[in-house]
Each structure stands twice: as structure tokens, then as C-alpha cells.
């Protein structure tokens, strides 16, 4: 009696649309959620590139100091009602030497192994006495102040759907929630091209005006 | 049997059942179709700004590099001044050393002593005729015609590097490797190793700096000799620190221990300088870097239509960057706290806009006249 009733309940079309319904509700709410949700985090993508550029002009302007807080960064690019909830992160810098620090290095390295640590130092030493204290000021520094500051910003933003939905947005090494730009931006060092030294000679100039006026 | 499943069919289309589920299928492909596009132009624009990132670091560090070459001239000159005036000041001790000599050996009892101190005039003179030759001449001096001559080549090379780092692509493709290497014969190793060669030498180019002018082409516009220079007195060697200078060095060359090096003793020297009392500009130079595009076959179609022509459409960036200031005959006390205020304020690098670029749109040679519209050709290929 039971099971006729039942046979009869399936074959009847009474109550399939509200079957029908709750079984795709599940997709239209994913679907849903998806489309607040990328927009937003593509937005905020959006904003960290600019976050980022604007921590590696700071810093090259700076010789590496950023003289802004995440605070000020917070305020600046999520400070509306699209970044409410968006929680900023500024990586550990990764600044990188021009291929010319990078060569003056190697060559360095490799002397070091060559000679010794104690041998390089001494020949440096020498070879700065007899230029004059040229060498150091006109040269190795000069190179050595060709660097490329980074600038990494992640941002943690609260997602509908759980954030692990959206890794294929987030950069990599990064926890679920969170979001990068996948890419640092890197300034040249713009403060370096006023860098000088003084030889030896030059500063014994200095110090003589110094005590004599 | 074939007509109970057309009886099924027929009924399954006639019924309402399950038509939930064709929506949905069709919403959801429609839905993420619209999601799709739009996360490609979002790619697209992001392209677009790391582009921009990489043309902007590549301008400022050809400017920066500029700037470095144009202050370390600068400076070195400053320093050649510097030295060269404490060995005038060593030459003088001689001189005035040299007379006291001469005197000394005037006299029947005291000329033994008159010899000695006319070879520890000369012993000194000497000393600073060493330092000078060290220090101004094999240093200074070459260190200085290496950043006039090398300033522009390093900039190029540190510009791509810095452009590469912020993810601009290759401009020059690597070429394919000819492979076979191991057992192939020998002119296939040469071909891969200049393959090779080839490839390395180019990995690295992915920002194409065009100068606006030709000055800075090759060096950085640092003229030589424009200052005729002397130690004591740099800028005037007819005036009275000039006439002090030779007299001093004529007092010098009664020293007959300084025979060997008379001629020598006085050094003019040709100095490369930033132009001095003007405010110095540099030609601004323009970088541009491009980056790969990549949009899904459904993104095509929205954004391109089915022309193939629109396929991949990359993404260009440009900056133009400029080195500014420089005056050798300013000092500021807020310059930078690296840079002593007694070599003049230092240059500083810029990224400017466009609008400020002036071209030289006309040329004429041999009563052949050439127009370059530059800005159209801005408008057409880098402003789109």
C-alpha cells in the first residue's frame, strides 16, 4: 500500500519544481558568492599593485627605509567599503644587486676563495692606500649602491565562499585567505647616484677647514 | 522496441521535469563565461601596470645612472683639484725649501747643510710628484674617462636588468638550441655554442632606451676641457693664484735634483665638467617594455571578435626619464647627506611626462628636408 503510494508520489510532477529548485539552489549560490567574490579579489590584486609600487619608490627614495607604515598603506588603498575587512601584510624585502653589484661581487667571492678572506682584505686595503682612498668611494661603492628595492604586499581579505576556493588567485607560499600580486616591484636606488666618498686627501681638506674654518 | 524510445523521448520534451537543470547548465556557462572575461581584464590591466612598473624603473634607472656618472665627474674633478692643490702646497714647502738651500750654499760654512737641504727639498717635491702621478693620474683621471665614456652602457645594462626584475619580456626571443650535443660533429658544436652565445647575450634585453637626442648616445654630455684648469686656481689661470702657481713652481726649478722632472711639475689639467652657474638638463631619454598577453578563447571572442588580428594583443608601457640639476658651482646644505656641500649640488633622476619632450621634428641635410612626426607616431603605437 505504502510502496504504491510512493510509486505513485514519484511518477506525479506535483512538488518537482520545488525539488528542482533546492537541488541547483546550491549552484545559483555558489555562483552567487563567486561573483562577489573574484571581482573583489581582483580588485584588491589591483590595489596591492599599487601598494607595492608605492613601498619600492619609498624605499628607493629612502636607501631602503620604509618610512610608511602598513597603517598609512591601509588607509590609503582600502580605506572604502570595497577594502573593509582587507588586512595588509608587507613581506620581508628581497632587494636585489645590478648585474654590475652582482659581477663586482662575484669577483669578490671568487678572491676570497682564491686568496683567502684575510689576503683579499689586505690587497682592497692596499689598493685603496696607494689610489689615495679612491678606490672605495669612486668605485667599489658606486657599484655596490646599485641596488633594486622590492616592495611585496599581500592582503587577507574575508571571502563568502571558504578562501581555499580561490588558491588559484593567491601567489604562492601564502596562507589560503590571503592574496598576492604573485610579483614584487622593484625601484632603482635613486639616492645612490648622489653618494660619494672622499679620498684621503679630500678629507684631510675637510677636517683642516673643519678645526680652521 | 525503437518505437517505445521515441514514445519516451517525445514525453521527456513535452514535460516540464527537469528543466531546472538545462537553466542552470546555461546560466552557470553564461555566469562564468562573464567571470572569465573579467578576470582577464583584470589580467590584462594588471599586465599593464607591472608593465608600467618595469618601463618606469627601467627610465629612472637610466637617470639615475646618468646622475651617477654626472656627479662622480663632478666629484672626481673636485678631488683632482683638491689633491692637486696640497701637493702646490708640498711644491711651495720645496720651493721656499730650495731657496733657503741656495742660500745656505752661498756660504763657505753652511753649503754642506744647503746640499742637504736642497735633496730634502727635492726628496719632497718628489713625494707629491709620486702621489700626483698615483693618485691623479692612474686613478682619478682613468676612473673619470671611465664613467664619461661607460656611464651610458652601464645605464642600458642596469635599466634592462631592472625592467627584467619587475617581469618585462624579452624583446629579442631566445633563439632554439641546434642541439646534438655530445656526439655531433664539429660544426654543430660551433653553431649551438654561438647559438648559445647568442641567446646569453640577449636574455637579459627587454627595454629598448631611445635618447632624445643624440648627445647621449654613446657618453654622457660632460665636456672636455671647457675649463682650463690649474691647481690653486681653477678657474682663472691668468689670475693672481695662477701667477702664484708659476712663480712657485719657477722657485722649485732652481733644485738641480729636480732636473729629471722639471717639465713635469706643472700640470694643467683638462677637466670633464657638468656645466658650471646653469642648471644642467640632461636629455630625457624614453624606455619602452612590453609584456606577453595571454586571454582565454572566450575573452577573444567578447574583446576581439573572431579577428585573428586581435588575438594576444600585447601589452606596451613607456616612461621617459631625465636626469636634472647638477651645478657645480651651487652648494646647498640640504643636499644629500652623503654628498660633501664643497662639490656642488649633485644631479637627481626624474620620470617626467611626455608633454615635456621636445622633438626635433624636422631635418636638414644636404637641402633634403625629412618631417618625423614623433607624436603621431606616440599617439599610434605606445598611448593605445
Not at chain 1, 610608511?68 to 601584510?89: E, P, R, S, Y
Not at chain 1, 581579505?157 to 622593484?186: E, R
Not at chain 2, 641567446?199 to 671647457?226: C, H, M, Q, R, Y
Amino acid at each position: 500500500m505504502e510502496e504504491k503510494k510512493c510509486r505513485n508520489r514519484m511518477r506525479s510532477g506535483r512538488g518537482a519544481i520545488f525539488l528542482e529548485t533546492a537541488l541547483v539552489m546550491p549552484i545559483y549560490l555558489v555562483l552567487l558568492c563567486m561573483c562577489i567574490d573574484i571581482p573583489r579579489i581582483l580588485m584588491i590584486k589591483q590595489r596591492l599593485d599599487g601598494a607595492q609600487r608605492l613601498v619600492s619608490e619609498i624605499r628607493a627614495r629612502n636607501e631602503g627605509t620604509l618610512t610608511v607604515d602598513t597603517a598609512f598603506l591601509q588607509k590609503t588603498f582600502f580605506d572604502d567599503g570595497a577594502g573593509n575587512g582587507v588586512k595588509i601584510t608587507i613581506k620581508p624585502y628581497n632587494d636585489k644587486g645590478s648585474i654590475m653589484n652582482s659581477a663586482l661581487n662575484t669577483i669578490q667571492d671568487w678572491l676570497k676563495d682564491f686568496l683567502g678572506k684575510f689576503l683579499t682584505g689586505v690587497l682592497e686595503f692596499l689598493v685603496n692606500i696607494i689610489s689615495g682612498g679612491s678606490l672605495e668611494p669612486y668605485f667599489l661603492n658606486v657599484f655596490n649602491k646599485d641596488v633594486f628595492y622590492s616592495g611585496e604586499v599581500t592582503a587577507n581579505a574575508p571571502t563568502l565562499l571558504p578562501a581555499i576556493a580561490y588558491n588559484a588567485f593567491a601567489g604562492d607560499d601564502l596562507p589560503p585567505s590571503d592574496f598576492g600580486t604573485g610579483y614584487a616591484c622593484y625601484m632603482p636606488s635613486c639616492n645612490s647616484c648622489k653618494y660619494t666618498g672622499e679620498t684621503f686627501i679630500s678629507k684631510m681638506c675637510d677636517w683642516i677647514h673643519r678645526v680652521f674654518g | 522496441m525503437m518505437r517505445a524510445l521515441g514514445k519516451t523521448c517525445l514525453k521527456r520534451i513535452s514535460s516540464d521535469r527537469g528543466v531546472a537543470f538545462y537553466y542552470t547548465a546555461f546560466i552557470t556557462f553564461f555566469i562564468l563565461s562573464i567571470l572569465t572575461v573579467i578576470f582577464d581584464v583584470s589580467a590584462v590591466s594588471r599586465k599593464k601596470i607591472q608593465a608600467q612598473n618595469a618601463a618606469d624603473a627601467a627610465a629612472l634607472e637610466m637617470a639615475v645612472w646618468q646622475c651617477r656618472g654626472m656627479n662622480i665627474v663632478q666629484n672626481i674633478n673636485s678631488e683632482i683639484y683638491q689633491t692637486d692643490t696640497v701637493i702646490c702646497v708640498i711644491y711651495g714647502i720645496a720651493g721656499g725649501m730650495t731657496i733657503i738651500a741656495k742660500g745656505l750654499e752661498a756660504s763657505v760654512f753652511l753649503a754642506p747643510i744647503g746640499v742637504i737641504v736642497e735633496q730634502a727639498a727635492a726628496a719632497l717635491a718628489r713625494v707629491g710628484y709620486l702621489v700626483h702621478n698615483l693618485v691623479v693620474d692612474v686613478f682619478l683621471k682613468n676612473l673619470r674617462l671611465v664613467y664619461v665614456n661607460g656611464t651610458m652602457v652601464m645605464g642600458y645594462i642596469a635599466a634592462n636588468n631592472v625592467a627584467s626584475a619587475n617581469g618585462a619580456d624579452q624583446i629579442i626571443p631566445p633563439i632554439p638550441s641546434p642541439g646534438g650535443g655530445g656526439g655531433g660533429d664539429i660544426f654543430s658544436k660551433i653553431l649551438e655554442f654561438i647559438v648559445n652565445a647568442i641567446n646569453k647575450l640577449t636574455s637579459g634585453f627587454v627595454a629598448i632606451g631611445i635618447p632624445t637626442s643624440t648627445d647621449v648616445i654613446l657618453k654622457i654630455p660632460v665636456e672636455e676641457g671647457d675649463a682650463k684648469s690649474m691647481p690653486i686656481n681653477i678657474k682663472d689661470p691668468e689670475g693672481a693664484g695662477g701667477i702664484a702657481y708659476r712663480v712657485l713652481i719657477t722657485t722649485l726649478l732652481l733644485n738641480a735634483s729636480l732636473a729629471d722632472i722639471s717639465t713635469k711639475l706643472v700640470y694643467v689639467d683638462k677637466p670633464y665638467r657638468s656645466k658650471e652657474g646653469v642648471e644642467m638638463k640632461m636629455p630625457p631619454m624614453i624606455w619602452g617594455v612590453w609584456k606577453k598577453n595571454d586571454v582565454s578563447y572566450i575573452s577573444k571572442y567578447f574583446l576581439g571578435g573572431d579577428d585573428s588580428s586581435y588575438m594576444n594583443p600585447p601589452v606596451l608601457a613607456y616612461a621617459v626619464g631625465q636626469a636634472q640639476g647638477g651645478n657645480v658651482t651651487m652648494t646647498s646644505a640640504y643636499d644629500h647627506e652623503f654628498r660633501p656641500t664643497h662639490y656642488g649640488v649633485g644631479a637627481d633622476a626624474f620620470l617626467i611626462s611626455v608633454d615635456n619632450l621636445r622633438f626635433k621634428e624636422d631635418m636638414e641635410k644636404g637641402g633634403i628636408k625629412i618631417h618625423f612626426n614623433i607624436r603621431e607616431y606616440f599617439d599610434k603605437f605606445l598611448l593605445h
